[in-house]
């Protein structure tokens, strides 16, 4: 492995036939029944506490699993493997130990590059762990990434510079990209449960280890 740290080595994992339907079905509907008017109040209450208060997902009534925790991490290192390969800076990445989380990292210079980064989060943890699907895919609580998500394809989609992107086909992008990338979010995620906070520079080491 090149030095690379015993501990962050992970079995490749697979979506099972159930989660994957599940994934590609339930996210363009989720996204496509979004309510413009709670989409705006979303990102109105994010940008008034400094977009803290709605990346940071609600706490557990209990304490999570290591399951879980691991499954979070999945998430969070899905946004920073996704912002790695599309020229991020700054990527910082934290993992509490009640589960929540977030990643920070300077914006995608491409709309679409912004749209995969926020849909990784959700099919990475959902592909780790298929039981969280159902609760990152809850209608009436939407993730916070989803909204961002959707507000995007909508400004992409008004430029009128190009073709209009589905919520299907930015599904299925994302789909492909934490597939492709499956080992390096991996990686990650490890040292982000090991650790707690994941820098840039340790991101960029992380998901670039091969076996």
């Given at each position: 492995m090149g030095g690379f740290p015993?501990?962050?080595?992970?079995k490749d994992?697979?979506?099972?036939?159930?989660?994957?339907?599940?994934?590609?079905?339930?996210?363009?509907?989720?996204?496509?029944d979004l309510d413009p008017t709670a989409i705006n109040a979303v990102?109105?209450?994010?940008?008034?506490?400094?977009?803290?208060?709605?990346?940071?997902?609600?706490r557990p009534e209990y304490p999570p699993t290591a399951h879980e925790r691991m499954g979070r991490a999945y998430h969070e290192a899905a946004h920073?493997?996704?912002?790695?390969?599309?020229?991020?800076?700054?990527i910082e990445l934290v993992l509490r130990a009640d589960a929540?989380?977030?990643?920070?990292n300077s914006p995608p210079e491409k709309l679409e590059d912004r749209i995969m980064v926020a849909l990784t989060g959700v099919i990475a943890e959902s592909k780790f762990r298929p039981q969280s699907i159902h609760q990152n895919l809850d209608p009436d609580s939407p993730p916070y990434d989803f909204v961002v998500a959707r507000r995007l394809i909508d400004s992409l989609n008004a430029s009128g510079d190009r073709l209009?992107?589905?919520?299907t086909s930015a599904?299925?992008?994302?789909?492909?990209f934490c597939d492709t990338h499956w080992?390096?979010?991996?990686?990650?995620?490890?040292?982000?449960?090991?650790?707690?906070?994941v820098e840039d520079f340790a991101v960029r080491i992380f998901a670039k280890c091969r076996p």
């Open positions: 015993a501990r962050y080595r992970r994992t697979q979506y099972d036939d159930g989660a994957r339907v599940s994934i590609l079905l339930a996210i363009p509907k989720l996204l496509r990102m109105r209450d994010s940008l008034s506490s400094n977009h803290y208060k709605n990346i940071i997902p609600p920073g493997v996704a912002a790695f390969n599309c020229g991020c800076t700054a929540t989380g977030q990643c920070i209009p992107l589905s919520f599904t299925r992008t994302a789909i492909k080992m390096a979010i991996g990686n990650v995620a490890a040292a982000l449960d090991d650790a707690g906070v």
